[in-house]
C-alpha cells in the first residue's frame, strides 16, 4: 500500500463544473504539497500547508491532519485547469527533508 | 527572479555512454533535490542536499548513478554506464530548509522545467 493515495486517479469535468480531488495518507507528516504537472512537463508547487485551508483564486486546498487527509478543490473549473494534480507530504521528524509523492490524478478539463 | 534551471532539457544517448545532468538552483537556497519521473513509478527521490552535502541519497537506484555538489549554485546528476531502464525525466528542485524544528520542511520546493533522458 503506498504511504500516499490519490483519487480518483483521472478526471474528466464539463467546463465550470467544481472538481475535488482527494489525497489520503498513513504517515504523520509536518507539511503537504499540492503540486500540477501540465503536459509540457514543468512541475508548479500549488499549495503547502500543514492545517486549515488555503486558497489561491480558483483553487482551494483543505487539510484534516486527524484524519490525515486532504483535498483540493477548483471552482469554475476551466480547460487551462487540465493537468496532473500531485499530492506530496513531508514525512515528520528526523532530518530529512524529503517529499512522499501520490501518483497523481489526471484532470481533463472539456469545453 | 530566475527558477531552477536544469540542462539539457532533453538528451538521447546510446546505452553505455555517460550521461551528465545539471542544476542550478534558486540563489539562496540551501536544499536540493533530485527527483525522477516515470510512467510506472511516478515522481521519486533520488537525493537531496542541505548545504551542498548529500543527506539522504537512498533513493539513488544504484552505483551507476552519482550526484554532486561543488558548490551552492550548481549540482550534477551522473549516469555511467547509461541503460535504456534510465529513461525518464528527471527533475530538479530546491527550497530554503531549515533545521530549526518546528520550521523543518515547512518552505515549498520549486522545480525545474526537467531534463527529458531517452537510452537507447
Known amino acids: 500500500k503506498n504511504e500516499v493515495e490519490q483519487s480518483p486517479q483521472n478526471l474528466t469535468a464539463q467546463e465550470g463544473e467544481f472538481i475535488t480531488i482527494n489525497c489520503s495518507y498513513s504517515?504523520?507528516?509536518?507539511?503537504l504539497h499540492w503540486l500540477q504537472q501540465h503536459p509540457g512537463g514543468g512541475i508548479v508547487s500549488l499549495f503547502m500547508?500543514?492545517?486549515g485551508k488555503k486558497k489561491h483564486g480558483r483553487l482551494i486546498a483543505t487539510i484534516n491532519i486527524q484524519e490525515k487527509h486532504s483535498s483540493l478543490h477548483i471552482t469554475a473549473s476551466h480547460p487551462r485547469d487540465s493537468a496532473v494534480y500531485i499530492c506530496?507530504?513531508?514525512?515528520?521528524?528526523?532530518?530529512?527533508?524529503?517529499?512522499?509523492f501520490g501518483t497523481g490524478t489526471l484532470l481533463a478539463v472539456q469545453p | 527572479d530566475a527558477g531552477v534551471i536544469q540542462s539539457p532539457r532533453h538528451e538521447v544517448t546510446e546505452m553505455g555512454q555517460e550521461v551528465t545532468l545539471r542544476c542550478k538552483p534558486i540563489?539562496?537556497?540551501?536544499?536540493l533535490f533530485w527527483y525522477r519521473q516515470t510512467m510506472m513509478r511516478g515522481l521519486e527521490l533520488l537525493i537531496y542536499?542541505?548545504?551542498?552535502?548529500?543527506?539522504?541519497d537512498s533513493g539513488m537506484p544504484e552505483d551507476r548513478f552519482s550526484a554532486k555538489m561543488p558548490n551552492a549554485s550548481f549540482s550534477t546528476l551522473k549516469i555511467q554506464p547509461s541503460e535504456p531502464r534510465d529513461s525518464a525525466v528527471y527533475f530538479c528542485?530546491?527550497?530554503?530548509?531549515?533545521?530549526?524544528?518546528?520550521?523543518?520542511?515547512?518552505?515549498?520546493?520549486?522545480f525545474g522545467d526537467g531534463t527529458r533522458l531517452s537510452i537507447l
Open positions: 506530496a507530504v513531508r514525512p515528520w521528524g528526523g532530518a530529512t527533508n524529503k517529499l512522499i
Open positions: 500547508l500543514s492545517s
Open positions: 540563489s539562496g537556497h540551501n536544499s
Open positions: 528542485a530546491s527550497s530554503l530548509g531549515t533545521r530549526a524544528r518546528g520550521l523543518l520542511g515547512t518552505q515549498p520546493q520549486h
Open positions: 542536499f542541505n548545504n551542498n552535502v548529500p543527506i539522504d
Open positions: 504517515v504523520g507528516i509536518s507539511a
